[in-house]
């Protein structure tokens, strides 16, 4: 499998990463519905004899949940795979979701909780999830240089940042990697923190590539109007009317493209975010093993000058769209 040097570091990362947001299942607010976590840890050790060789997850991915069985399944096989997770929503007892926090203190502890539950000894990559709240950015981010200096954390990196806030951190400890939305339907970041990233040694972790299930050919409006009561894809705008429908279309251009190729939607989406050399690796959620033995195929796939053109086709076709339904 293909892999890419995270910016400056030295971890080689390959160029599909295996997200655990929807492995931490319901029963929080932004849950994916019923997970079994038997399920799950097959998932996880999958992509691991696939060769993926990073795990994406977040203490807030269930409240814990995901970690916890982030920890499970790699029991043995540390030396395989490097974890990331992150720091700054945080939650108490009996909520159903998190509130966003910087403080040194509290990243210090968040960052012992991820240890125990992840059952490891150091975190390779550990992300400020939420630039809030903005005031105490580099409070938090001088908190993640005291625990790389402590040994607890190898690089430091943030998650949902804008170039500002890029500035505003790397003087006190350099910025490993940028983890921001990227996908066919969410592009801001060609704009500014693509050339940014690139020109200052900061990687890029890309998530939801194939929009949260969405750009993958087996989305519909069936599926959609049978997501469960706590999947937070009912509240998602790209997964409701009328977005939805123009996105179906969308996928309906990409799939004659893919299936071109003898590929899936799934893989043409992820191919298409990883076309971009200052993108490291796109970070793949996969709640069933079947899933990411498909998507762990995009990892090698370079799409060509003619399907990226069809694809730009595509794209502006749904913008035209969108601007009519407006
Ligand atoms: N830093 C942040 O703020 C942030 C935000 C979002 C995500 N992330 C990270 O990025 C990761 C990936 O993003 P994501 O999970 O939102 O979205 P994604 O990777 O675009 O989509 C993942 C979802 O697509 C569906 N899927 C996966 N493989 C499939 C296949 N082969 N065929 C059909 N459906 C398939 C699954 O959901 P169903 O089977 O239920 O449809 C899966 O949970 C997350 O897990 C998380 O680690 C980070």
Known sequence: ??????????????????????????????????????????????ALDLGINWIDTAPVYG?????????????GRRDEVLIATKCG?????????????????????????????????VIDLYQIHWPYPDEDIEEGWGAIADLVEEG????????????????R?????????LQPPYSMLRRDIEGEQLPYCATNGIGVVAYSPMEAGLLTGKFDKERAAGLAEDDWRRRSDQHREPRLSVNLALVDKLKPIAEGNGRSVAEL??????RRPEVTSAIVGARRPEQIEETARAADWVLSESDRAEIEDALAERERRLGQEQ
């Open 169 to 177: 951190a790397q003087p006190i400890h350099p910025v490993a990697s």
């Open 152 to 167: 607890k954390v190898r690089y430091g990196g943030v998650s949902n940042f804008s170039v500002s806030q890029l500035e």
């Open 1 to 46: 499998m293909r892999t890419r040097r995270l910016g400056d570091t030295d971890l080689e990362l390959t160029t599909v990463g295996l997200g655990t947001w929807a492995i931490g299942g319901g029963g929080w607010d932004y849950g994916w519905g019923p997970q079994d976590d038997k399920r799950s840890v097959a998932t996880i050790r999958r």
């Open 269 to 274: 989406a992820i191919a298409w975010v990883l």
């Open 63 to 75: 409240l814990g949940r995901s970690e916890q069985v982030v920890g499970r399944a790699i029991k």
């Open 89 to 121: 929503q945080v939650w108490h007892e009996g909520d159903t979701g998190a509130h966003s926090r910087l403080k040194a203190d509290s990243i210090q502890r968040e960052a012992e909780a991820s240890l125990r539950r992840l059952s490891i000894d």
